[in-house]
């Protein structure tokens, strides 16, 4: 963006303000309430924002006030994975947000562990063809991390506009899984922005990631290790895979130089692991989605749960956003798309290769801007498992000489082990969740609420079981 084109942001962010009256947040945008949802004291907002008017690209979002004092708190943006996956409906009413779909797939409950007692929270559904995000152009729909960068750029250009109030707000970069590519990427982005921009820039404070995929031939190979270590896979499978199995410079759908032994091998382990098991949680039980669906038809209460999570919740979801009175509220799928709501994308058809990009370069980038990163890991994850995460993130601190300022060792959460945590050069944090899976909030949300509060406010994960006045303040 030019000084000129900076000049004409100010001027509408100036008539944003003079006309929106307090924090100039556009009316239109307001979601009044949604179906079946519990009484709340906080705002929410949600629609379109153009990200390309010639082609008619455009993303949607769903904005949440912080539940107190949202003047004062951060912005933090998060984007689900896939590719091809919805944030609103992965981040916003499956994990962080302060919404779930009750068991009859026909209204709302809370949340009680929303991240927006921290935070005010953004998601997006990103890239168009994801979810109600859409273009008039068939051609966007093939699509790839450079063109999903550079639209996310634009979206937050676009959506400043409309909530002036956040331009110099602190803004925090988070998400999970293929997010290891999105928000580093977005960031490297927003950096250039600033270094290129005279008059406004975005206050970035750091970046979060969790359980995400960052290099895949190491990532990949973690996976076997896992089902390994956890006893889902025998010493022969595992040691033929170790030894057999040539990851290096791994390509989808198989490793490089692959052996007839490593194939087998491969095979062999996904069929002993079997159907019956949740990799993205290997202890959460399966939900069967028959019986949910025709429960749902039924409008009955079709919500079970293992460990105190709702299992069936992916299919309550869909049925809920599906809902014409759902749609309306939201102000979602104004061209009344020829296909349903779905947590990932059928239309969208993203560059594979792009998936084996390493990311840590990017990371480098970011940290040595003086960026802080957080990665945290699920670990009852076995689809980006902490056994590549911890040691990528290790590899990184080292080419960058980052050294180790806090010791790897248990942080606490309710006196109880929250997972274990190490810093390194009081800008890179590996942090595990224990107990959690491949989406944190969803399987541990009270641990993950804590250590997303951590990290907005700059602070450490605790390393004592004693009371400390910020867990008696914030209650979680």
Same mark, same amino acid.
């Given at each position: 963006?030019?000084?000129?084109?900076?000049?004409?942001?100010?001027?509408?962010?100036?008539?944003?303000?003079?006309?929106?009256?307090?924090?100039?947040?556009?009316?239109?945008?307001?979601?009044?309430?949604?179906?079946?949802?519990?009484?709340?004291?906080?705002?929410?907002?949600?629609?379109?924002?153009?990200?390309?008017?010639?082609?008619?690209?455009?993303?949607?979002?769903?904005?949440?006030?912080?539940?107190?004092?949202?003047?004062? /708190?951060? !912005?933090?943006?998060?984007? &689900?994975?896939?590719?091809?996956?919805?944030? *609103?409906? #992965?981040? +916003?009413?499956?994990?962080?947000?302060?919404?779930?779909?009750?068991?009859?797939?026909?209204?709302?409950?809370?949340?009680?562990?929303?991240?927006?007692?921290?935070?005010?929270?953004?998601?997006?559904?990103?890239?168009?063809?994801?979810?109600?995000?859409?273009?008039?152009?068939?051609?966007?729909?093939?699509?790839?991390?450079?063109?999903?960068?550079?639209?996310?750029?634009?979206?937050?250009?676009?959506?400043?506009?409309?909530?002036?109030?956040?331009?110099?707000?602190?803004?925090?970069?988070?998400?999970?899984?293929?997010?290891?590519?999105?928000?580093?990427?977005?960031?490297? /982005?927003? !950096?250039?922005?600033?270094? &290129?921009?005279?008059?406004?820039?975005?206050? *970035?404070? #750091?970046? +979060?990631?969790?359980?995400?995929?960052?290099?895949?031939?190491?990532?990949?190979?973690?996976?076997?290790?896992?089902?390994?270590?956890?006893?889902?896979?025998?010493?022969?499978?595992?040691?033929?895979?170790?030894?057999?199995?040539?990851?290096?410079?791994?390509?989808?759908?198989?490793?490089?130089?692959?052996?007839?032994?490593?194939?087998?091998?491969?095979?062999?382990?996904?069929?002993?692991?079997?159907?019956?098991?949740?990799?993205?949680?290997?202890?959460?039980?399966?939900?069967?989605?028959?019986?949910?669906?025709?429960?749902?038809?039924?409008?009955?209460?079709?919500?079970?749960?293992?460990?105190?999570?709702?299992?069936?919740?992916?299919?309550?979801?869909?049925?809920?956003?599906?809902?014409?009175?759902?749609?309306?509220?939201?102000?979602?799928?104004?061209?009344?798309?020829?296909?349903?709501?779905?947590?990932?994308?059928?239309?969208?058809?993203?560059?594979?290769?792009?998936?084996?990009?390493?990311?840590?370069?990017?990371?480098?980038?970011?940290?040595?801007?003086?960026?802080?990163?957080?990665?945290?890991?699920?670990?009852?994850?076995?689809?980006?498992?902490?056994?590549?995460?911890?040691?990528?993130?290790?590899?990184?601190?080292?080419?960058?000489?980052?050294?180790?300022?806090?010791?790897?060792?248990?942080?606490?959460?309710?006196?109880?082990?929250?997972?274990?945590?190490?810093?390194?050069?009081?800008?890179?944090?590996?942090?595990?969740?224990?107990?959690?899976?491949?989406?944190?909030?969803?399987?541990?949300?009270?641990?993950?609420?804590?250590?997303?509060?951590?990290?907005?406010?700059?602070?450490?994960?605790?390393?004592?079981?004693?009371?400390?006045?910020?867990?008696?303040?914030?209650?979680?």
């Amino acid at each position: 963006m030019g000084a000129s084109s900076c000049w004409v942001f100010l001027g509408l962010v100036i008539v944003g303000l003079l006309v929106g009256g307090g924090n100039g947040f556009p009316e239109e945008h307001l979601v009044k309430a949604l179906p079946g949802q519990p009484e709340v004291g906080f705002k929410q907002y949600s629609g379109y924002i153009d990200v390309d008017s010639k082609a008619g690209r455009s993303l949607f979002y769903y904005f949440v006030e912080a539940e107190t004092d949202p003047d004062r /708190k951060p !912005l933090t943006l998060w984007l &689900n994975g896939g590719p091809g996956c919805s944030s *609103i409906g #992965g981040g +916003a009413f499956t994990e962080l947000g302060p919404f779930f779909p009750r068991g009859d797939g026909r209204g709302l409950r809370r949340n009680k562990m929303s991240w927006n007692k921290a935070s005010n929270l953004l998601f997006v559904e990103s890239p168009a063809g994801v979810g109600w995000s859409y273009s008039n152009t068939s051609s966007d729909y093939n699509s790839g991390d450079e063109k999903t960068a550079m639209d996310m750029h634009m979206f937050m250009v676009e959506w400043l506009k409309k909530f002036p109030s956040f331009i110099s707000r602190d803004l925090f970069l988070t998400g999970e899984s293929y997010a290891g590519h999105y928000i580093p990427q977005l960031a490297a /982005k927003l !950096l250039e922005h600033n270094k &290129n921009s005279a008059v406004y820039k975005f206050n *970035i404070k #750091g970046v +979060a990631i969790g359980n995400p995929l960052l290099k895949l031939d190491r990532d990949v190979p973690a996976t076997y290790e896992f089902f390994w270590s956890h006893g889902m896979i025998s010493d022969e499978i595992g040691l033929t895979i170790m030894n057999e199995c040539d990851f290096e410079d791994y390509t989808f759908p198989s490793p490089h130089n692959v052996t007839t032994k490593c194939n087998s091998a491969i095979s062999e382990a996904n069929r002993i692991v079997g159907d019956y098991i949740n990799n993205y949680d290997v202890i959460l039980d399966v939900c069967y989605p028959s019986i949910v669906e025709q429960e749902l038809r039924l409008k009955k209460m079709a919500t079970k749960m293992s460990m105190g999570v709702d299992v069936c919740m992916t299919f309550e979801r869909r049925f809920y956003f599906n809902l014409p009175e759902v749609q309306k509220a939201l102000h979602a799928n104004r061209t009344n798309l020829p296909y349903g709501w779905s947590m990932c994308s059928s239309v969208l058809n993203y560059n594979d290769s792009d998936g084996t990009t390493d990311i840590l370069p990017v990371l480098k980038q970011i940290l040595q801007n003086r960026t802080p990163v957080w990665i945290f890991s699920g670990d009852q994850d076995s689809v980006v498992p902490l056994l590549g995460s911890r040691t990528l993130v290790r590899e990184l601190a080292h080419e960058l000489n980052l050294q180790v300022t806090v010791p790897y060792g248990a942080w606490f959460h309710k006196r109880q082990v929250g997972g274990w945590v190490t810093e390194y050069g009081h800008l890179l944090t590996f942090a595990t969740v224990r107990g959690a899976a491949h989406m944190v909030p969803y399987a541990q949300p009270s641990r993950a609420l804590h250590l997303f509060s951590s990290f907005v406010r700059g602070s450490r994960l605790p390393n004592t079981t004693a009371p400390m006045m910020d867990d008696l303040k914030l209650k979680y």
